[in-house]
C-alpha cells in the first residue's frame, strides 16, 4: 500500500516505464542510480539495460522488496537528499520524486552532478514547464534560470494520473538534465540572489524590482530597467548581473 506522508505514487503504466528507461540509458548504459525505485517496477526495465543499477529507498519494506526480488541491484535505505551520490562513480540518474521533495532534490543534483551524466525526473507537469519555460513564457521565473544555469533542460512528455497507483490529483511530466560543462557565472548562489530580486513582484520592471536592493546609479540607464525579469536569458542575467551587481553585495529577496 502506498504511504501517503512519503508522497508514493506508483507508477504502474508499462509503456511509460520503457519511454522513461529508454530516456536515461539509452540501448545501454554501464550504471544508474534509481531514487525512489518503489515496488520495481522501472527497476526491473533499468536491469534490463544497465551493467550495474544502485537504487536509493526512503521505505525499508519497499527497499527489502526490491532487494529480495533483484539481488544484484545494490539498495541502500536512506533519504537521498543525504546521500553522496558521488560514491557510486560515474553514470546516469533517474528518479519518480514524490511531489514534496522533487525541487530540494534537483537542487542538489544541480549543484553537485559529480560523474552522473544526466538526470531524468518524473516530477509534476506544473514544476516540468516551470523548469523548462524559456523567456516570454508566462511559467518562466526564478526556477527556470536557476536549472537552466547549470543544466540544460528538456521536457521529454506528459505523464498522466491513470499512469500511477494510486492516481495523483495532478498532471506530471518527465524531464531531463544535462550539467552544463561550464556556468555562466563565476559566483552561482551571489548571481542566483540577484535574479531573485529581479523576480520579486515578476508583473514589474526591473527598475522597480532592482530598486528595492540597489542603489539607483547602479543600474540607471541601463537599457533593460524598462523590461520585466520574464523577458530575460539567462545569458541577460549574467550580463546585467556583471553590471549591476560586481563586485557590490546583494540584498537578500
Request: charged share 20%.
Amino acid at each position: 500500500m502506498a504511504r501517503q506522508n512519503l508522497g508514493q505514487h506508483f507508477l504502474v503504466k508499462g509503456k511509460t516505464l520503457d519511454r522513461i528507461a529508454k530516456a536515461v540509458c539509452g540501448d545501454h548504459t554501464a550504471m544508474v542510480l534509481e531514487i525512489g525505485p518503489g515496488r520495481g517496477a522501472l527497476t526491473e526495465r533499468l536491469v534490463a539495460k544497465a551493467d550495474r543499477v544502485v537504487a536509493i529507498e526512503l521505505d525499508e519494506a519497499l527497499a527489502l522488496q526490491v532487494q529480495d526480488r533483484w539481488p544484484a541491484v545494490e539498495v541502500m535505505q536512506a533519504n537521498a537528499l543525504h546521500v553522496d551520490w558521488n560514491q557510486w562513480g560515474p553514470g546516469v540518474l533517474v528518479g519518480n520524486l514524490p511531489y514534496y521533495i522533487a525541487t530540494p532534490l534537483i537542487a542538489k543534483y544541480l549543484r553537485n552532478p559529480g560523474a552522473l551524466s544526466q538526470a531524468v525526473f518524473l516530477i509534476q507537469k506544473e514544476v516540468a514547464e516551470r523548469i523548462t519555460a524559456t523567456p516570454g513564457n508566462r511559467e518562466y521565473g526564478y526556477l527556470s534560470v536557476e536549472c537552466q544555469l547549470f543544466a540544460e533542460a528538456e521536457y521529454l512528455f506528459n505523464v498522466a494520473p491513470g499512469a500511477f497507483q494510486p492516481p495523483p490529483k495532478v498532471d506530471s511530466a518527465v524531464i531531463r538534465l544535462t550539467p552544463r560543462t561550464e556556468i555562466a557565472v563565476p559566483d552561482p548562489e551571489k548571481f542566483l540572489g540577484f535574479v531573485s530580486v529581479c523576480f520579486r513582484q515578476k508583473r514589474k520592471t526591473l527598475r522597480n524590482n532592482l530598486a528595492a536592493a540597489y542603489a539607483p546609479e547602479s543600474y540607471e540607464g541601463l537599457p533593460e530597467m524598462s523590461r520585466r525579469a520574464e523577458q530575460l536569458t539567462v545569458a541577460e542575467f549574467a550580463s546585467l548581473f556583471a553590471r549591476v551587481v560586481t563586485p557590490g553585495p546583494v540584498t537578500p529577496a
